[in-house]
């Protein structure tokens, strides 16, 4: 008689959309696989199936085979085919959170329109698990999750049912897969009966002992991989013998239903699954940890499509549908679906060939375009209703609008058309109260304008020549506008003509930034005189891994001294400065061919390094292009500084997590994979010491590690990963970070990222107890003011409709909204705003997210000045969970809200008809 309850056989394909071959190749499978197996469960009406969690696959199929979409609905609604809950199998620690819950709406978007779907948070493959990610799937309506990658260990350690916690203390009941097998436990079975079976006995015997539920689940399929028509008849010859456990041909459902209906009491697990295999056995199980930094320039792409979408894009088509101008879901919608389409772990890892990469490259240019579209649109509308009535004769109104729910200085781009060739040498800017704002031209180029508003003509005007100015903006509203006028002026500002020599270095009223002979930088308070030497420090190394994994050369070299070619400095008495240093770091060009060591010739690589400070800021932006000419390397940025007794804190999805600041590696016997050093972040990284607190932010890197000190237990560096060059997709035997080669050996020349990059970070050093909050820094560097220059029409233009027969721009009379104007504010900077855009589908009014990135309970007030009629807390899936006062002060419209640490909070605001 066995010892467990019951066996769940569940048949099912992996599959990666793009990978070691093209999208339009897979798809070919995929329609013969979909093909095939509706012709097995057309003929076997005992056989399931579960089509692995992501319903884009069901998309792909039907482009092709529109006609069979009735066979799926049928099957679907019979229970037997399973699909869903996601539009695609993502990467946790590479998308943004927002992502992650656009990816869920997208998924039951579609999903549900076929019939019933999958109610678990199935993971089956991700390289590891976020720690929010329970409150994610719980928020969404979930009650399970089935995951694999990152938790591992004994039964002990890694039971097959737990409760899985985040930091916020939300919790989903959670299935692990096994240790050694994962989702492929059963996969290939043998036709033959006998063999079948004992190779189910096998899998059962370690599978088993980590089931507590006495319920063992086994998966039969792998990636790609063709159902198997003779697992019914299997199943049925099993249960013939009544020694063996009963066995059942089962889904994913009713596994977790049984499993956790006879368990009273599971352990609790939490925070983040990022931990290598340790166990004899568990060779595919490892975590893939560089995937962070592989093909860097595609998490640049992402991180900018997701900032166009979710903090520009979004707000301002809630503004629009608010205010009564109109919104564009449809094109929202479009645009999410090619960023999303980039979000598979073998997309956007940057683990797959090079063709897969750069049809990537397509989606996120038509994100953009999409995108970039939307906000001109929004600006455009905007724009037309602003008060031109105190416009200075001879000048040309500017709109600037600040994406962030709080005031901000800032330095924008504007652009000044001029239709003769007169030289211009300064530029006046004022705004509606009279107050000026330092200016500098710092482009100029002859251009044949395109309006790219849809209302206007395109090609309006002849050439004209185009000034680029640059301005420093003070006191910006939140989440609005500021109306500025400017005015070319032929004339120069004399009273920018620099007080003293160029040299070295930048300084505010706050902090001195001076360029060593070295290369590296050092930044100096003003106020007390504590200084950091050795900044910004660059290191090669080699790197004969692959797209999944660091790994040195046997006989590595470090290269970390930068020739300076030059130093310049520029922007003195405008309210920032500008410290330009270029440099050559010789290192290796390649690897050797035995991949032992590097090569004894060497390459330049020409970097240029751009530093920005504001008056009164402890701020500096950073932008460095790197002309990457070498292979098989490994370029980093070293920061050297001093930290408490807390490990570098990072940003992460609705989440600032901690890790080890030593990593013990596994002992011989049990060595698969090596525990990482490095670690993932979104946005930035932060360090405490004593009073001080030092944040690094970086736009689209995301890989950081902490390398202690010998010399004190409060030193280190801080290392950045900007790139990784490496020649194979899957080349894990090339290295020594593994032992297992994670795809096929495939060589991959757009792996050594053979191009021009520009790379966008900043460093804050300042007192904890005044510093700016991490996530607002990040978010300021990030997320730049928006500019628009505002068409006067003259009397003659008044009335006149687009080339469409669309009503134009209003006339002069038209216009009626003042010069400035704040939208949304909240008050209180632990509580990050991650998304305000208009409810999706088919609830009313607009949605604001927010959460407690602090570590205790914090409450705030969200002020709004909207035609809001009502409030409410709503899930994420949009379930409504209770009302929200709101108060009146004024023309605002006033939201207290409490929230616990690390919880996320969404509000549905209605609007007036």
Partial sequence: ???????????????????????????????????????????????????????????????????????????????????????????????????MIRNLEEG??????????????????????????????????????????????????????????????????????????????????????????????????????????????????????????????????????????????????????????????????????????HTPGGVINTILPNVLSARVYLKQQNATAQNLLERLAEPLEALALATGAGHHPAFVRQAWKYVLQNHPHDSICGCSIDDVHEEMETRN?????????????????????????????????????????????????????????????SVKVMDEAG????????????????????????????????????????????????????????????????????????????????????????????????????????????????????SCPLLNEHFTSATVRSVRVSGESRGWQRLTVSY??????????????????????????????????????VRTTVDNRALDHRLRLLFPMKKGVRPIQAGGAFDVSERPDRVQQPPEDVWVENEPTSFPFHHYVFADHDDTRTIVNAHG??????????????????????????????????????????????????????RLLTFHYGLTVDRRDRAIAPWRVADEQAIAVQSRGIPVPDASEAGLTGRHGEEAAPALAAYRQSGQRGWLELDNPLLHVTSFRPAPDDRDGIELRLVNLGETAAGGCIRVRLPIIGARAIGLNGEVRRELSLKTDGADRLVTVELKPKEIFTIQFTTKE
Wanted: proline letters at 6%; aromatic letters at 10%.
């Fill in 1 to 99: 008689m066995s010892a467990y309850k019951s066996i769940h056989v569940v048949a099912h394909t992996h599959w990666d959309r793009e990978w070691y071959l093209p999208f339009e190749a897979f798809r070919f499978r995929l329609v013969g696989l979909i093909d095939r197996l509706l012709r097995t469960m057309d003929e076997d009406k005992a056989y399931r199936f579960h089509l692995d969690g992501q319903v884009i696959a069901l998309e792909d199929y039907l482009e092709i085979r529109p006609e069979r979409r009735a066979d799926l609905e049928r099957l679907i609604r019979e229970g037997r085919l399973t699909i869903g809950p996601w539009y695609v199998l993502v990467d946790e620690f590479l998308v943004s959170g927002e992502s």
């Fill in 108 to 277: 039951r978007r579609i999903g549900s329109s076929f019939g019933p779907m999958l109610e678990v948070g199935y993971l089956p493959d991700t390289f590891g698990h976020i720690a929010q990610m329970p409150q994610l799937l719980k928020e969404y309506g979930f009650e399970y999750a089935l995951i694999w990658r990152g938790l591992n260990g004994t039964p002990e350690q890694a039971p097959a049912e737990f409760e899985w916690e985040s930091p916020s203390g939300h919790r989903v009941k959670t299935v692990h897969l096994s240790y050694m097998y994962g989702y492929t436990s059963a996969m290939s079975l043998p036709v033959d009966q006998e063999q079948a079976e004992d190779r189910l006995r096998e899998l059962i015997g370690h599978i088993g002992p980590h089931a507590k539920s006495g319920h063992v689940l086994l998966m039969n399929g792998f990636d790609h991989m063709e159902p198997q028509r003779h697992i019914s008849a299997m199943i049925d010859q099993w249960n013939a013998k009544p020694q063996e456990a009963p066995m059942k041909f089962s889904s994913i459902t009713s596994y977790v239903q049984d499993c956790f209906g006879e368990l009273p009491e599971v352990p609790v697990l939490g925070g983040e699954f990022r931990r290598t295999s």
């Fill in 365 to 425: 240019r038509k994100a953009g375009q999409i995108g970039e579209q939307l906000v001109t649109e929004a600006l455009a509308r905007m724009s037309d209703k602003v008060d031109l009535s105190w416009l200075p004769p001879d000048s040309k109104p500017v709109l600037l609008f600040n994406p962030l729910p709080w005031r901000r200085d800032a330095l924008a781009e504007i652009e000044l058309d001029a239709d003769d060739i007169a030289l211009y040498r």
């Fill in 435 to 550: 107050e000026t704002y330092e200016a500098e031209i710092v482009g100029y180029e002859k251009v044949c304008p395109i309006e790219t508003d849809s209302l206007r003509y395109p090609l309006s005007k002849g050439e004209v020549y185009r000034h680029k100015v640059r301005i420093l903006v003070r006191h910006l509203p939140p989440l609005g506008y500021k109306t500025i006028a400017a005015q070319l002026r032929k004339i120069p500002e004399f009273a920018h003509v620099p007080a003293r020599a160029a040299s070295n270095s930048i300084e505010n009223e706050f902090v001195r930034i001076t360029a060593e002979p070295d290369g590296t930088l050092t930044w100096v308070d003003m106020e007390t005189g504590a200084s950091m030497r050795g900044l910004h420090r660059f290191e090669d190394s080699g790197d004969v891994g692959d797209e999944y994994s660091y």
């Fill in 584 to 621: 050559e770091l010789l290192v290796p060009r390649s690897a050797e061919p035995d991949d032992r060591r590097r090569s004894s010739e060497l390459v330049a690589l020409d970097i240029r390094t751009e530093v920005k400070l504001l008056s009164r800021s402890r701020t500096a932006s």
């Fill in 701 to 754: 890197l995301h890989e950081y590690e902490w390398v202690p000190s010998d010399r004190a237990n409060d030193e280190g560096t801080l290392a950045i990963t900007l790139l990784r060059s490496v020649a194979y997709l899957g080349g894990g035997d090339r290295g020594m970070a593994t032992s297992n080669r994670p795809g096929p050996g495939l060589k991959t020349p757009g792996g050594q990222v053979q």
